[in-house]
């Protein structure tokens, strides 16, 4: 079999593509069972399962990458495993073991090493990790049994414009989370109320929608699919709020930043502050870092122009290209954030 598949790497979207195989396994009776691959994309379930009626289900999203060398660099997949696991607490399901997780993160990619795509290419293997509960239940409450896949797909760039920066909106009759509710933890409902506002959002050219905070709509949240960051002079500030997910990208990105010698604040970011920042970005796992052109208030009719010449910010850029090379190893990963497949 060839080594990689042939693709047009440098233009392949953000998208689903059928690789060989994906990775499972079942909780039943009291413990998880064995991993076990197959080439089926099709999942067998109950009418009544509580995956269908009740929202349990959860999921993670993570990247392998080719380096220069040649080697397979998975990024971060123990706060992965350690996110998945706080969203199975959250809505009781039952948390998969940490040391499992790993071994199917690094055993799906291996079987599917000819959809890496290449060092250099700007794309990479998006791993999408999930959980669902399986039992019959029509009653409100928990499974007893519960089925955990792993599947891959190579992908570009979330955004079509990829590292350009593009508009977001602020929709104030829209809320994806509610406060002390699931926003914290990656459940498929927070995107299933996004839904709306979303589909809003791109067709009035809007690349995603900023959420502001469900109780009193003055603090910045995070967008729908990724968190949110400001550049103001030497401080890198990022929304504190329960009603977000933690993403690993802001984390890493902080970290960074805070190597380049720029100061973090992680604090309630009033909206009004976007008049004073230099730079904003939404940053994730799939939006990487993608820069912010302008925030429109909508019902607010406030806009706030970010970009002015239409071009990333320096310190975005900057940001954008140490996690990159550090994701591909072209860069040191002095954190240890990196697990490179033998
Ligand atoms: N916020 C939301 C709502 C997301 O869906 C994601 C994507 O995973 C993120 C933030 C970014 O998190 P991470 O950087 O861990 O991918
Ligand atoms: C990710 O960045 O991994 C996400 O899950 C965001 C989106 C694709 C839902």
């Known amino acids: 079999m060839e080594k990689t598949v042939n693709m047009d790497w440098a233009h392949i979207p953000f998208g689903y593509v059928k690789t060989d195989y994906n990775v499972r396994c079942t909780f039943k009776n009291g413990e998880w069972g064995p991993i076990e691959v197959t080439d089926s994309e099709r999942v067998d379930v109950h009418m009544a399962a509580t995956c269908l009626h009740y929202g349990q ?36 399901m039952q948390p998969m073991p940490i040391e499992k997780f790993r071994e199917m993160a690094i055993k799906v990619v291996k079987l599917n090493e000819r959809f890496i795509p290449p060092y250099g290419s700007g794309a990479s293997l998006y791993i999408r990790p999930l959980e669902i509960g399986m039992s019959a239940q029509v009653g409100v409450s928990p499974a007893t049994e519960y089925l955990f896949i ?143 052109s302008e925030v429109d208030d909508v019902e607010a009719g406030k806009k706030y122009v970010i970009s002015k010449d239409g071009n990333p910010g320096p310190v975005t850029t900057k940001l954008y290209n140490h996690l990159r090379a550090i994701q591909l190893g072209d860069e040191e990963d002095k954190h240890g954030w990196v697990t490179v497949l033998d």
């Open 57 to 92: 289900e959860i999921f993670e999203g993570q990247k392998a990458f080719r380096g220069k060398d040649g080697k397979i660099r998975i990024f971060r997949i123990n706060d992965n495993a350690e996110r998945i696991q706080r969203s199975a607490n959250g809505i009781l």
């Open 150 to 292: 792993m599947f891959v797909t190579p992908v570009g760039p979330y955004f079509k414009e990829g590292f350009k920066p593009t508009k977001v909106a602020i929709y104030r009759d829209y809320d994806r989370a509610a406060p002390c509710g699931t926003g914290r933890w990656k459940v498929g409902g927070n995107y299933a109320a996004s839904l709306t506002a979303g589909d809003l959002a791109h067709k009035n050219g809007y690349s995603a929608v900023l959420y502001l905070d469900p109780k009193e709509k003055k603090y910045i949240d995070e967008c729908g699919p990724a968190n949110f960051f400001a550049i103001k002079g030497n401080k890198y500030i990022t929304p504190k709020s329960g009603s977000i997910l933690p993403s690993i990208t802001n984390m890493s990105l902080q970290q960074i930043a805070k190597d380049m010698g720029l100061e973090i604040e992680c604090r309630p970011m009033h909206v009004e502050e976007l008049a004073e920042i230099d730079e904003a970005a939404e940053c994730g796992t799939a939006a990487v870092a993608a820069p912010i």
